[in-house]
């Protein structure tokens, strides 16, 4: 036997063993623990996130119940603030605002004209596609107290079962 610094059998041994347990040059590939590990974040993600796909379903359903219903309460407050009548058309899951030109003591002519939703220089908006309002035609007049005086519908509902826009007809409150 020969010793291991100066080069002899021993060493050669030691080292054919270490080179046996590495793979060879020129092949790649993933080891068993690579491709358990990679199976299990597969498998929690799959767990996690795709239940979660189904819930941006109803998000158009949602923004356009909220956004209907701020806007009822803007022509509401704008009514009160402005003490005139502002009126609401309802057409096909699209809203109008109008409001009126006289007061309730008589100054002006009686007539309508637009009125601008906040932030914007359009006084409608309509439904983003595939949603609906139901009753899909209706009229709501606020007077100068914010209560509504024309009322063909008491409450609004929106498809998908996002829930339900209601008209208080004493106090004009929306909820």
Not at 119 to 124: C, I, K, L, R, V
Not at 151 to 164: E, N, Q
């Amino acid at each position: 036997m020969e010793d291991a610094l100066c080069g002899g059998p021993i060493a050669e041994s030691v080292t054919q063993r270490r080179a046996a347990r590495l793979p060879p040059r020129g092949r790649s590939g993933f080891t068993m623990i690579e491709l358990v590990t990679i199976m299990l974040i597969v498998g929690i993600l799959a767990v996690v996130v795709v239940p979660r796909f189904g819930m941006l379903q109803g998000f158009d359903e949602v923004g356009y119940r909220d956004r209907v219903k701020a806007t009822l309460e803007y022509a509401r407050k704008s009514a009160v603030a402005q003490r005139r009548s502002v009126q609401v058309d309802i057409a096909g899951s699209g809203l109008t605002l109008t409001r009126q030109t006289a007061t309730p003591e008589g100054e002006g002519v009686a007539s309508w004209v637009a009125l601008n939703l906040p932030g914007t220089s359009t006084n409608a908006f309509a439904a983003p596609s595939g949603v609906t309002l139901n009753p899909a035609a209706a009229t709501i007049i606020f007077d100068a107290l914010g209560r509504p005086v024309t009322l063909s519908a008491s409450s609004f509902s929106v498809s998908g079962g996002a829930g339900t826009i209601t008209i208080e007809a004493e106090t004009g409150y929306v909820h």
